[in-house]
């Protein structure tokens, strides 16, 4: 299995002249070293890629023993492409996939493996919170219907750490091509979902920590939970 963090965006909205991913915490570490302390927990460092984009070299320089995937159009593309750039290298493999602004505790992964070694794709989701602002999900004979920041009635929130087997990769990589520029990732899932009946579990981690700073209020947010 390959695991991919995106961590190629500006960030505008939290507003720091580096990229998101190296925004410290209270504790000293930034957002990506947790991450990446986390993963290796779990995994192997090696098989850790970064899509990178916005000030790059910062990001290189801090985790040099790190791959790199480099998305030349970050300032005009979203995380759909993105991650359409790393799955089109990891075609042939299991991919884990993660947003570079998420705080996760390791622990989660004792549920997610679970999902990982049966080959379900997934979306690892939050039902203790449905924001408005957030991504939101609906369910269909057990599986994502719906998966947008518009979803009305949503049943829980997604967090930002996805999986997607071998199998299902080539319908996904499809439809993120189909994604406009702009779009989320999300809306590929979405996408497959519709077009090609591609089935993807919510897989529920709210018993962890688990949260994404993409507001100064959420970095206070997640300094006072971690």
């Given amino acids: 299995m390959k695991i991919i963090i995106l961590a190629a965006g500006i960030g505008s909205r939290l507003g720091n002249p580096f990229p998101k991913p190296l925004t410290p915490l209270k504790g000293g570490k930034s957002i990506m070293e947790r991450q990446v302390e986390n993963l290796s927990q779990n995994f192997n460092e090696h098989d850790i890629s970064v899509v990178v984009g916005f000030k790059k070299d910062l990001i290189m320089e801090r985790f040099p023993d790190l791959t790199y995937i480099y998305n030349q159009f970050f300032d005009a593309t979203n995380t759909s492409k993105s991650l359409l750039k ?3 290298k990891y075609r042939n493999e299991d991919v884990l996939w993660i947003n570079g602004d998420v705080i996760f505790d390791a622990e989660l992964f004792s549920v ?6 049966q080959k379900n794709s997934f979306v690892s989701v939050n039902t203790s919170r449905v924001a408005e602002e957030e991504v939101k999900y609906t369910l269909k004979n057990g599986f994502i ?3 947008s920041k518009q979803v009305q009635n949503g049943l829980g929130e997604a967090v930002g750490i996805n999986f997607i087997s071998r199998e299902d990769m080539p319908v996904f990589i499809e439809q993120l091509e189909n994604c406009d520029d702009n779009d989320y990732f999300e809306r590929g899932i979405e996408m497959a979902i519709a077009e090609n009946d591609l089935k993807v579990k919510a897989v529920d981690i709210s018993e ?3 949260m994404e700073v993409d507001f100064k209020e959420d970095l206070e947010a997640a300094n006072n939970l971690f």
């Fill in 112 to 117: 997610l493996n679970k999902e990982i070694e």
């Fill in 86 to 88: 790393a799955l089109k």
């Fill in 145 to 147: 219907d719906e998966l």
């Fill in 208 to 210: 962890f920590r688990c």
